[in-house]
């Protein structure tokens, strides 16, 4: 007998005996003599048949199989066959003869989430209400509050997936750059960040908080001769309103590094290791990618081999090219960024690109000014489909400018901080960031 997983079932295993656990995705009885089980296990499925007339499978062990609960954990043991016609509805096209199975863990009877419904897509959903039929939709808080089952769906199984892709690449990508992993304080003693979106907290009777980035001590970790560093670590923003874009604790992809001569060397890390992460993902996320636009179906992203960058001066001409009003000075609100996204997508046809350049007065307090123009800074956004995924910049590291700070002398650096959700967000094109945080935290939830 060979143990094995479900996806690994082909048809050169025909004819041998296995074992299998997986869950009871779905359990048809047809008379008394006979059960259909498909069981399930990371996104694939399987057929197994449970009939007296073979195996020597009894009666009462068909009457066992048909009472399964749905989501139960089971032990197959059988062998494998494969069937005349192919079988519908199931990632693996053998079929396992039953010889005995196990309950390992028996769930609930009826569960508040059914599967099948969970990993519907609206394009089903319509096309049976067209059909005169009605499905269940699974609303987003239903789905949040049971996130346990949830997540199980194949399309939560690949963005999930993705998601330890991307800081998997990221990781990668950076080591093999000479950077250093870094861990910084969560708790600390003031915003990094600047403005009140922080959660306060008394740690041991000083006023703290929980840090907004890691922006503070990975310049320190600069200063302190690591010329180039990253965290992947926790953030938390006290958001206090509710978008599609913004939860109150999200992963950060942190980078710092010193500067040679210019901050584009900064954004040339931006641009090789996006083009690799998306090169990467698409390569080897493909099962995972394909079973999220099965339920929610997207466009691949279009990118180039060398990212776009336009200044923030030519994509405010741009704008207003376009009859968009926009403030020179300002920052660009929500609107004006998707306006743009589409814009940049009709003139290069790409839906990644770096905007830099950006305003001095709109960007945090230890900007760099542009040398050339102190109106502007030498900092930077990243945009996918129209949306941010990335600030960065040069810091200032002059003591002149940051007396405070740079005093113990600090190289020229500069960096960047990634949103992870967002980044999984907006290459799948899903339109919420609760899609991909496992169990989000946004202003109205702190629970499961
Ligand atoms: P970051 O905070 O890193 O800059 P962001 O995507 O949150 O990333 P902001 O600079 O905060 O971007 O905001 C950009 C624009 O998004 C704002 O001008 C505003 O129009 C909109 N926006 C930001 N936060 C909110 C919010 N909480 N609710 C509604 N709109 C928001
Ligand atoms: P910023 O505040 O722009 O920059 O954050 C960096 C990136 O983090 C993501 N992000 C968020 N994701 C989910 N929910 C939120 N509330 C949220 N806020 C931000 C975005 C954003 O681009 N210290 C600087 C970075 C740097 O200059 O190194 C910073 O934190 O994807």
Redesign the pocket.
Known sequence: MVRTQVGALTQELKEKEVLIRGRAHTIRPVGKNMAFLVVRKKGFTVQCLAATQSMGVSRQMVKFVAGLNRESIVDVIGVVSVPGNPIKGTTQQVEIQVRKLYCVNKAMPTLPINIEDAARSDVEIENALQAGEQLPRVNQDTRLNFRVIDIRTPANQGIFRIQSQVGNIFRQFLLSEDFVEIHTPKLIAGS??GGS?VFKLDYKGQPACLA????LH?QMSICGDFDRVFEIGA?Y?A?DSYTH??????T?L???MEIEKHYSEVMDIVDRLFVTMFDSLNERCEMELEAVARQYPFEPLKYKPNTLRLTFEEGVQMLKDAGVEVDPLGDLNTEAERKLGQLVLEKYGTEFYILHRYPLAVR?F??MPCYDDSLYSN?F??FIRGE??????Q?IHVPAFLAERARYGAPPH??????????VMLFCGLGN?RKTSLFPRDPQRIAP
């Open positions: 990094s960040e979106a907004q980035s890691p922006q990975k953030v923003r958001e874009r913004h939860l109150c604790e999200f950060g942190d980078v710092e945090p230890y900007t900092s956004d990243v941010e995924i990335i600030s960065g910049a810091r500069g960096g960047f901080g990634v949103g992870l959700e967002r980044v960031i």
